[in-house]
């Protein structure tokens, strides 16, 4: 990682209310890495984003720290692909359980060395649709939270995420408050929207909750 990179993930954290130890940033250091030399061969992120992965990817990862909340929960992440957002989340808190779901197999098998690697206790991955993993007794209604980056339309996270969720749970995801409003049209559901600045140098991130 570069230094710059560094700095930025640093200056990030402390403005998200995170605090980043020398073991935290050594595993970002990892991951990069293993994201670096991985996306070689199967392309888990588009090539022309290779040097801007802290500002592009893994910032934006970590905005839902501003809003989630405190204290131990489990978390779902729907379509984890190359870890985003769960793996930064992860890394900085290390009191959620969460289970990384990806559909493909060279994907998945990324996520599991990464968990690997970077010794993520309580981090769980699992090749399967969220839709099949709802079947599981052991997934179904298991969860406080579900997570989305860049996976579908609000109506079918929803219908991915519900079934996932205990009563009362939370889906996060990755919406702004007109497209929010534009996909909920006819959904009856609780939902608020948010703005979080991790760095100067980056757009605001928006974020939605929603509520089943």
């Not at 935290?24 to 250091?29: A, D, T, Y």
């Not at 588009?46 to 992965?53: F, V, Y």
């Not at 839709?131 to 997570?147: G, Q, V």
Request: proline share 6%.
């Amino acid at each position: 990682m570069k230094h710059q990179d560094e700095r930025a993930l640093i200056e990030g954290c402390h403005n998200l209310g995170c605090s980043l130890s020398q073991e935290s940033l050594s595993k970002f250091r990892t991951y990069l890495e293993l994201l670096l030399s991985w996306n070689r061969r199967i392309n888990l992120f588009s090539r022309r984003d290779e040097p801007h992965l802290v500002f592009r990817h893994i910032l934006p990862s970590l905005a839902p720290l501003a809003v989630l909340p405190e204290g131990p929960f489990r978390a779902v992440d729907i379509g984890s692909g190359a870890g985003f957002p769960g793996i930064p989340i992860k890394i900085l808190r290390q009191d959620i359980r969460i289970t990384l779901v990806e559909s493909r197999r060279m994907r998945a098998l990324f996520l599991r060395k990464v968990v690997e690697e970077l010794g993520l206790e309580g981090a769980e991955v699992i090749w399967t649709r969220a839709e099949e993993l709802a079947r599981d007794p052991a997934h179904r209604r298991s969860y406080d939270w579900a997570l989305a980056r860049a996976v579908a339309e609000l109506p079918t996270i929803i219908e991915y995420a519900t079934p996932l969720l205990r009563e009362g749970g939370g889906i996060l995801t990755y919406k702004s408050s007109e497209r929010s409003a534009a996909e909920l049209t006819g959904v009856h559901i609780r939902w608020e929207t948010y703005e979080v600045h991790p760095h100067p140098s980056m757009e605001p991130v928006s974020l939605v909750i929603l509520r089943v």
